[in-house]
């Protein structure tokens, strides 16, 4: 089974902290994505990537960063955190042509 | 048009009929289509992939493809309380390169006991 993990299930941050959320895959898979999802918006793309050190812009990537060191892990980083950061994050990876496999969530509250 | 559109919802269905989930796409090159379903507080969970044309059936659930209208469905056959949850469809659009997914917006099915 493909197994996606996030380091944190349930996050609290102060407003201009800089935070980083980790992804880990374990099933060897080139791309890794991550979103936002917010009530009434669906499911936002923020950042990809598609091999090591690579990365593209999603739908939403202003305020964001993101990190891909190794093929396995993909990190999210909110450079300061504002109350609009406010979410659920979720990550996923694929390897084409198959669907996308998701991890868990770290729902994020930014005060 | 949007690119992938779910009709309106909630749907609200009795236990053991059938429920219709609809989604239509607009890229007509896609060649994969994919049905996840989510449950209130949980990630999405993928639960159907479709290729071709036709009909493909894992258990209770049934996808239909129908490229030429660009529409895709989910069926789900003697429906249970446990299918209660959003099912969002999701197709790769060509133009957006390297296996990215575009997600309809979802629509939230209730099964009544």
């Known amino acids: 089974d493909v197994k996606v993990t996030q380091s944190s299930r349930y996050l609290v941050k102060r407003t201009g902290e800089k935070v980083f959320l980790e992804c880990v895959q374990d099933m060897d898979h080139e791309n890794m994505f991550w979103y936002r999802q917010d009530p009434g918006l669906g499911l936002r793309l923020i950042y990809f990537?598609?091999?090591?050190?690579?990365?593209e812009k999603g739908d939403i990537p202003e305020g964001y960063s993101v990190s891909r060191e190794k093929k396995e892990r993909f990190s999210l980083i909110l450079e300061s955190a504002s109350t609009n950061q406010t979410s659920m994050y979720l990550c996923?990876?694929?390897?084409?042509?198959?669907?996308?496999?998701f991890g868990p969530g770290t729902r994020l509250t930014v005060l | 048009q949007k690119e992938v559109e779910q009709n309106s919802g909630p749907l609200s269905v009795p236990e053991g009929a059938i429920a219709s989930l609809n989604c239509t796409y607009s890229d007509r090159v896609s060649q994969s289509f994919f049905w996840y379903r989510q449950y209130s507080g949980k990630s999405p969970e993928l639960i159907m992939s479709i290729y071709s044309n036709g009909d493909k059936e894992d258990g209770r659930f049934t996808a239909q493809l129908n490229k030429a209208s660009q529409y895709v469905s989910l069926l789900i056959r003697d429906s249970q309380p446990s299918d209660s949850a959003t099912y969002l469809c999701a197709v790769p659009l060509l133009r957006r390169a390297n296996s990215k997914l575009t997600f309809g917006k979802g629509i939230t099915l209730s099964v009544r006991p």
């Open positions: 996923a990876s694929s390897r084409a042509p198959v669907g996308q496999y």
């Open positions: 990537s598609y091999d090591v050190k690579m990365k």
